[in-house]
C-alpha cells in the first residue's frame, strides 16, 4: 500500500523553538506539499515543491522554510516557533503523471507551540 | 473571490436518500477536479476525480464536471451513516482546495 508518512502524530514545542516536520513517500512522486488546516480556514497550502531541491511558495510561506534533499523526502521547517502556528499539518504527494491521480495525504502532525 | 467555494454546512440528509455536495469555481481555465473525504480528526482521502464534462460513476458516488456553468458536484447515492464527514472539492492544476462541506447522515 502506497504511503505518506509524516514523523509525528502529536507534538508539543515551546515558543522560540526551531521544529522540524518531516515526510516521506515511497509513491516516486514528484510532486509534495506541506497544508496547514485550521477550522473554518480549510486547507492552506504553506510550500511545494516539483523536484529535488526545488520549492515554491503557495499562500502562507511566512514563518516556515522547507527542504527537499531527497526525492522521496520534504521538510517544514519552523525557524522560530510562534503561538499561532499551532495547528494541522498535512503532508501530501503527487505525480506529474495525466491524468493526474489526485494527492496522497499524510496522516497530519498536530502541532501545539505553548 | 474565492477560487474555489463550497456551502460549508452542515447538510444534513436522511439515511438511505440522496447527498448532493455543489462547488464552484473562478477560472474558466480549470481542467480536473478532485472530491475528498475527510473524517474528523483524518486526513482527506481521495473519492473520485472529473475532467471532462458530463459525469462519472464510481459505485454509489456520481461526480459532475459543467465547464460552462463552473460547477462541480458530488452526488452520494443510498446515502449511510458512514458517509458522515466533510467533503473538500479540489482543484488540480494549482492546487486549490475549497473549504468543504460538513454532511451529517442522519439515521
Known amino acids: 500500500d502506497v504511503k505518506v508518512t509524516q514523523s509525528s502524530r502529536y507534538l508539543v514545542k515551546r515558543t522560540g523553538e526551531k521544529v522540524f516536520l518531516e515526510c516521506v513517500q515511497d509513491m516516486d512522486h514528484e510532486n509534495m506539499f506541506w497544508y496547514r488546516q485550521d477550522p473554518g480556514l480549510g486547507l492552506r497550502l504553506i510550500y511545494f515543491s516539483y523536484d529535488v531541491k526545488m520549492k515554491e511558495k503557495g499562500d502562507i510561506p511566512e514563518g516556515y522554510s522547507v527542504s527537499r534533499e531527497k526525492k522521496e523526502r520534504f521538510s517544514l521547517i519552523l525557524e522560530s516557533a510562534s503561538t499561532n502556528q499551532t495547528s494541522m499539518y498535512l503532508c501530501?504527494?503527487?505525480?506529474?503523471?495525466?491524468?493526474?491521480?489526485?494527492?496522497?495525504f499524510g496522516s497530519g502532525t498536530r502541532l501545539t507551540v505553548v | 473571490q474565492k477560487e474555489v467555494e463550497q456551502n460549508s454546512g452542515p447538510l444534513s440528509v436522511p439515511e438511505g436518500a440522496i447527498a448532493s455536495l455543489n462547488c464552484t469555481y473562478s477560472?474558466?481555465?480549470?481542467?480536473?477536479f478532485f472530491w475528498y473525504r475527510q473524517y474528523s480528526g483524518k486526513s482527506p482521502e481521495l473519492i473520485m476525480f472529473i475532467y471532462s464534462n458530463g459525469d462519472k460513476e464510481d459505485g454509489r458516488f456520481t461526480a459532475q464536471l459543467n465547464k460552462a456553468s463552473q460547477y462541480v458536484s458530488l452526488l452520494i447515492r443510498d446515502s449511510q451513516p458512514s458517509d458522515s464527514a466533510t467533503y473538500l472539492c479540489a482543484r488540480d492544476d494549482k492546487i486549490i482546495f475549497g473549504k468543504g462541506t460538513r454532511l451529517h447522515i442522519l439515521p
Open positions: 477560472d474558466r481555465g480549470s481542467q480536473s
Open positions: 501530501a504527494s503527487s505525480s506529474i503523471q495525466r491524468p493526474l491521480g489526485g494527492y496522497t
